[in-house]
């Protein structure tokens, strides 16, 4: 569990799928998807995946539920997730109810999981990816310190049409640069 000024960051629990249900088929939400809607089955597996995750050793994927410390509202998720238990690098991810955006909230959550993983987890490489167009995710990256570093061009066919890709990373030592820079601030 990981705390930030107005977040709780904490393991999904099992009846978490409905509210993550209900934003993951708003429209706004779907926009960058390549789906239309998510039916209720499909929201208990993904639960039900990142619960599981919590069982395995070492564990390499870690995705946690995004909550308004001052009301308990859960409303999205972050994690860091490993591919191999051996390597160091991996790859972030966010999401959130749209009710929600343009607080800063994926931005807080998502500077506490990098922290975390650069910290605890003692990764050396974060990289992240998303659609070209979504130019608030690509802000949100940014605003983790994350460099472009890519651009895939028609990468992706969804919704009719093909969407280039942008893909980022950062540094353990960037981060540690920007950490001890905020230090001396």
């Known amino acids: 569990m990981l705390r930030t000024e107005r977040l709780l960051l904490r393991e999904f629990q099992r009846d978490d799928w409905e509210l993550m249900h209900a934003y993951q088929n708003d429209a706004r939400y779907l926009r960058y998807y390549d789906r239309e809607r998510m039916d209720p089955g499909e929201s208990q597996t993904l ?10 050793r070492p564990r390499i994927k870690t995705q946690l539920a995004i909550e308004l410390a001052a009301t308990g509202e859960m409303i999205g998720n972050v994690g860091v997730r490993r591919d191999d238990p051996a390597g160091s690098d991996a ?13 800063g909230f994926a931005t807080e959550a998502a500077l506490a999981m990098r922290d975390w993983g650069f910290g605890e ?29 890519g651009l895939l061009r028609n990468h992706v066919f969804q919704k009719g049409r093909f969407w280039d890709v942008m893909l980022y990373g950062l540094l353990r030592e960037e981060w540690a640069e920007m950490m001890a820079y905020s230090r001396d601030s």
């Open 91 to 103: 790859e972030i991810g966010y999401e959130l109810n749209p009710d929600h955006w343009g607080q």
């Open 121 to 149: 987890q003692g990764l050396t490489r974060l990289h992240a990816h998303c659609i070209a167009d979504n130019a608030a995710s690509s802000n949100v990256l940014e605003k983790l310190g994350m460099r472009r570093e």
């Open 47 to 56: 639960v039900a995946a990142f619960l599981s995750w919590r069982a395995d």
